[in-house]
């Protein structure tokens, strides 16, 4: 057992008398919240952290628990200098508990309690709500870690190892963030609530995690990268969403959340950046021009760009599903109860209440897709979905510039809105990607161009073979332009053990 580990133990064999104060779990977990002066607090992350480390253990990337990861681990909430690097075990890691710094004077910043001042306690009269709005925010954290717990097996390289393995555990440190706020101001329930958050088990029939993207499957390396692109964007808007809450611990907690999912969407927006610069540079050197020459493309080992584009409608229709129906009289609770805001709230120049405001929402009627003015407050949720949409374009604009440069004909885009959704307005509608609605036999002659088939996944998993020594690359994925923390690409960022 490490040193710290031995120290946890120790502190919490001694948290029974007056001295526990010892600042030895202050140590062990970083934290800017006062942890060794709230003792109720200290005994509820006394009994859940170990069953934390267990979830780890088990459900955590296996069989790299024994390996030294070069990672980041967050210290402070100082811009300049929150984070240090370092090689680390990952059942070792100082999962902290930061809040970005207190706003003097914050007043909450939408709803019908605009305007008064932000809650540092819970609203009584919001309180399962808001657990619910933290729970759902909670659970989607270490669902990610189970999705992707097969992965370093099959890394590219141990540059992108390591940030797989990054990854994972600042979304476990997003959960430790969300089980904070539970034990410490929702009481029994929130205890319960923060063991339950280990109980669930992602893809799991009887105990499944909540939310139905964070129970596929991410069966390979570009699967990773996309959902790093797509679906943690969905945690960046959520995030951003909570970060406008007038309950303003959660407010704080989720603005440094913010700070580290920057680096989750940079691992996928590189990650898919580098797979489609291989498949150009090796489709130049072939002399291949014809993105659709598709036997010969794979045959150099790179993925075809066609089949990118499928990956890519998949990852983004099932990530549109997370933002709920699009019309929602709990999104509307949530706003007007100050508990959640818009993306970039503060920045909007409308009233910030919506009693009379309207929002235009696609919906199908009559066979025809039509947009109708809903009243706002009930379109929260269609709103943030098409921020969301608005948020994705820059990394296809990226992607689309690689190809353009290597003088290739193709280009990627975004599927429509109503594509590929089960739930919300467009579920039990099938919609091309190019906005038509179709019957069930043109959706079912026609699908297989537009999202991956069994094909299409069994040759990505025929590329998905190890590089695990330093400076080795996968043929399918460029090696990046500089490596994490100005370290060399060929760095050893996983001492594998
Ligand atoms: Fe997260
Ligand atoms: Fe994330």
Redesign the pocket.
Known sequence: MSEQLDTLVEVSESIHGDNFVEVKYDDLIPNNVDLSSDRQLLRALEAWHPNYLDWWKEMGPEGFQESEVYLRTAVGVDPTGWAKFGHVKMPEYRWGILLAPKVEGRTIPCGRHKGQAAWQEVPGEYRSLLRRLIVVQGD??PA?VEQQRYLGKTAPSLYDMRNLFQVNV??GR?LWAMVYLLVKYFGKDGREEAQALLERRSGQQDNPRILGAFNERTPDWLSFFMFTYFT?RD?KMQ?AALAESGFDPLSRSCRF?LT??AH?LFVGETGVGRTVEATCTAMKKAGITDPYDIEAIRALGVVDLPLLQRKANFHMSVTRDLFGSEISSNAADAFSSGLKGRFNEANLTDDHELQEATYPVMQVENGQLVTNEIPALRAINSRLLDDYIADCQGGLDRWNKTIENAGIDFKFTQPHKGFNRRIGEFAGHRISPYGELLTEEAWQAQSGAWLPNDSDMAFINSLMKPCHQPGEYASWIAPPRVGINKQATDFEYVKIA
Request: net charge negative; aromatic share 0%; charged share 45%.
């Open positions: 989607t954290e990610s600042e979304e997003h943690d945690g995030l959340m580290e999912e989750h």
